[in-house]
């Protein structure tokens, strides 16, 4: 097995860096000094997405706000930044809800953006770490951005699949039952890495993020184990059941077969074109067989086979911290929030566990108290 740096994640790594690169070129200085300042503490995933909302938010006031645009954003100051008022702030809020975007050449039409409540207080939180970032290293003389409140966020049941529903996704991977004439025809072409790559998912919750990023040499399957690299770059061992071991032997026997393109020769998911399968493709991949195994269920993606993997484990094992752990959750806290609702079996156990008088299973006090 694989224990050196994953290239993959190396060469994901560099193109994220060099988008980071381009983007604070078109933004102030202090943009670019605070992705710098919290390199050590953020993935490139992370200082991306930062980087592309401050975008959004600077374009904003440049275009939105009088008094931002009587100069270019990338010529603002410090004292430029710290002029924001909670107005130009409540009206950034108003304005994420429905905005156009236009690309740098304006070659292409203008885009329509909608964000809902979840994604305006990922933007927010992107301006309020920023101005955080300049109040505390003295750059600014108030951050301004504490005042406004953050969209509440209602929680949402967790989507995941039931056992019959995970039955008839992977059999119709593996058959192609109830697809279309055409998807049939691709189909029989990847059914057993289709098959292996649920299978994968259902076994042992991982990222799609890191499914796409296996490589051979990172699969055991001797152990039944392999090497995911985490979020942040972490590496670690994670094992799967005998099912995804022999679903995983069945497509490596076929990925033998397959001369990849210069570059992929590494890859343990290969595309019809020979490259390393995308996350894009492996989500358009879990859909189409979710439409026929949950059609009830439209919005199942890899991450809710992830959640259906962690409901299955939690209740297999009752043990929230196991569960944590083979997600790659950094906080117990994180998997508490995001499957609070895995408890609720478990608080009605309780229930069923305690009798109050008049009721027939009341067996009273016992003699030693």
């Known amino acids: 097995m694989a224990t050196v740096t994953n290239k993959y994640r190396e060469e994901i790594d560099t193109q994220r860096t060099l988008q980071i690169r381009e983007l604070c070129r078109k ?3 202090a943009c670019g000094d605070f992705l710098r300042g919290i390199a050590m503490t953020a993935g490139t995933f992370t200082r991306l997405a930062y980087a592309m909302d401050l975008h959004t ?3 904003f006031l440049h275009t939105e706000r009088l008094f ?4 270019e954003v990338v010529l603002y100051t410090d004292d430029d930044i710290g002029q924001l008022t909670q107005s130009d702030l409540t009206a950034y809020t ?3 809800t429905y905005y156009l975007k236009s690309n740098e050449d304006h070659t292409a039409p203008e885009r329509i953006m909608v964000n809902h409540d979840l994604s305006i207080k990922r933007k927010l939180c992107s301006v309020r770490s920023f101005y955080k970032y300049l109040f505390q290293n003295g750059r600014i003389a108030s951050n301004v951005t504490e005042l406004v409140p953050l969209p509440k966020i209602h929680e949402k049941p967790i989507l995941r699949l039931s056992l019959a529903e995970m039955d008839k996704m992977l059999s119709t991977a593996q058959d192609g039952a109830e697809l279309s004439k055409g ?3 691709f189909q029989k072409i990847t059914a057993k890495r289709d098959y ?6 259902l076994g042992t919750g991982i990222r799609v993020s890191e499914c796409v990023g296996i490589n051979l040499g990172d699969v055991d399957l001797e152990n039944n184990a392999f090497l995911v690299t985490r979020k942040g770059g972490n590496q670690v061992v994670l094992y799967f059941p005998p099912e995804v071991a022999e679903a995983l032997a069945d497509y490596l026997a076929e990925r033998e077969e397959i001369e990849p393109l210069p570059g992929h020769e590494e890859a343990f ?3 019809l074109q020979r490259r390393r ?3 894009r493709a492996v989500q358009n991949l879990v859909k189409k067989y979710a439409s026929v195994a949950a059609p009830l269920k439209p919005r199942i993606s890899p991450h809710k086979l992830r959640s259906t993997y962690a409901t299955n484990l939690y209740h297999e094992t009752g043990d929230i911290y196991l569960v944590a752990d083979v997600l790659g959750h950094t906080s117990v806290d994180t998997t508490r929030r995001h499957y609070a609702d895995m408890t609720d079996a478990r608080r009605r156990m309780a229930a069923e566990h305690v009798h109050l008088p008049g009721d027939p299973e009341y067996k009273g006090p016992s003699r030693n108290q």
Do not use: G, V
Request: glycine share 0%.
């Open 277 to 279: 399968i995308t996350q």
């Open 183 to 185: 998807q049939q025809r």
């Open 57 to 59: 938010f600077f374009q």
């Open 196 to 201: 292996a790559i649920l299978s994968l998912f």
């Open 94 to 96: 108003e304005y994420l």
């Open 68 to 71: 931002f645009s009587q100069k």
């Open 27 to 29: 933004l102030p200085q």
């Open 269 to 271: 998911f290969l595309s």
